[in-house]
């Protein structure tokens, strides 16, 4: 199947005179639609290129191109020394301290190789944290204190304690690869000679405590111990890590009124006002800067504060996307007539497009013993109703 979706971005200042946009630009070489150029384009540490847009009063950047599924195969096996040490950085949402080393090296104390403390940090966070959105506070100081965060707090802390015992590791910013707006982050860690490897501890956490959460949605969910080292392979990238320092210089605010749309590590933090120490908090695709004129002024639209973005499968899973969509309706509403009307080809339709339904979930490789079980029920009792009949 396609490993290739689009991906459509959009951001329209509708709000603001003048506004300041940053974001990390897609790792493609053309796109299908563009409608702003941006006003710098600066590289950063992580390889990637951060845009620098100044919108006015209802301009819009819109972003359409496609890009490849987001894997770690082909990058490389090797960090410069400059690479390690802004992966070994001590930021506010990942901070190194005696607390956060102390743990780490308690987590690890029995760990030989760098992979198996990693691995003992993965287990660990999953076992003594809880999952929960939205979360009261962001940062790993805030997760360490209250035990309950969401993907952020859980990856924070991931990238937090491996950067303790010296391991690279960053925050990966993102999105599922299907749907609206559907963001998502977790983690990678570098092994000299293997890479980056992927880790997800609120994926691994979900899997293990709430394995049906994502049953009916078009994830494919893996066992949560393969979270460590693996993903599902459908998700695309906005950011390599987070706390990017924003170029040209990010001057925050300091006489307005902040209206704080967010607390960092107990402190409130006005999104689009303040920066951390001249970086954004992170690139989920973008951060703002915006004016208010001295007034109490919130953000509460999220299409203001981020944007808005979908993304859409190509080729085969598309097709299996909608038909599974459009044969789930066809098979409820046909079921629900044949118990009021005693109808044979009522109940043969509402049979069949079940079975297509499941095998749409079958063809997309989503919840296989699950699905595999239901179509063979179903088809067993399609083969009694004909039958019957």
């Known amino acids: 199947m396609s490993k290739m979706v689009t991906v459509d971005y959009f951001y329209k200042n509708e709000l603001f005179e003048q506004l300041q946009l940053w974001m990390i630009l ?30 006015n009063k209802n301009e819009r950047l819109h972003l359409n191109y496609d890009v490849e599924l987001y894997s770690t195969k082909n990058d490389k096996k090797a960090l410069t020394e400059e690479e390690k040490k802004f992966y070994l950085r001590n930021t506010i949402l990942s901070p190194i301290n005696k607390e956060t080393t102390k743990l780490a090296e308690e987590i690890a104390y029995q760990q030989e190789t760098d992979k198996e403390k990693a691995r003992a940090i993965f287990y660990y966070i999953v076992k003594n944290y809880r999952y929960v959105y939205p979360p009261s506070c962001r940062g790993a ?32 910013v993102g999105s599922w690869a299907n749907g609206k707006m559907e963001g998502h982050v977790w983690n990678e860690f570098f092994i000299e000679g293997e890479g980056w490897i992927s880790v997800d501890t609120s994926m691994a956490f979900i899997q293990k405590k709430r394995p049906w959460s994502f049953f ?16 599902e392979g459908q998700r695309v990238v906005f950011s390599k ?11 925050d605010d300091e006489e307005a009124f902040i209206a704080a749309s967010m607390i960092i590590n107990g402190e409130n933090f006005g999104w689009g006002q303040q920066s951390l120490n001249g970086c954004a908090p992170y690139l989920q695709p973008i951060y703002i800067k915006f ?42 509403v046909t079921m629900l007539f044949s118990f009021i009307v005693q109808n044979l080809y009522l109940e043969f339709t509402f049979k069949f497009t079940f079975i297509i339904f499941f095998l749409c979930y079958i063809l997309r490789r989503e919840y296989l013993v699950i699905f595999n079980i239901m179509t063979l029920f179903m088809i067993l009792s399609l083969l009694a109703t004909l039958d019957g009949g």
């Open 216 to 231: 009916g949605g078009s994830i494919r969910t893996i066992h949560w111990k393969k979270y460590f080292g693996q993903t």
């Open 291 to 332: 004016q208010t004129n001295n007034e109490l002024f919130f953000l509460q639209d999220a299409s203001h504060v981020l944007g808005t973005w979908k993304i859409r499968e190509h080729g085969l899973k598309h097709l299996l996307a909608v038909l599974k969509i459009t044969s789930l309706i066809v098979a409820t």
């Open 141 to 172: 100081k805030s997760f360490l204190e209250l035990k309950e965060g969401d993907c952020g707090e859980f990856s924070m802390l991931f990238t937090a304690l491996c950067r303790a015992l010296n391991i690279p590791a960053r925050t990966v």
């Open 241 to 251: 890590d987070i706390e990017i320092e924003l170029v040209p210089e990010y001057k």
């Open 26 to 55: 897609p790792p493609v070489s053309q796109f299908n639609e563009k409608s702003l150029v941006p006003a710098q384009v600066t590289e950063i540490p992580t390889g990637e290129q951060l845009a620098y847009y100044i919108l």
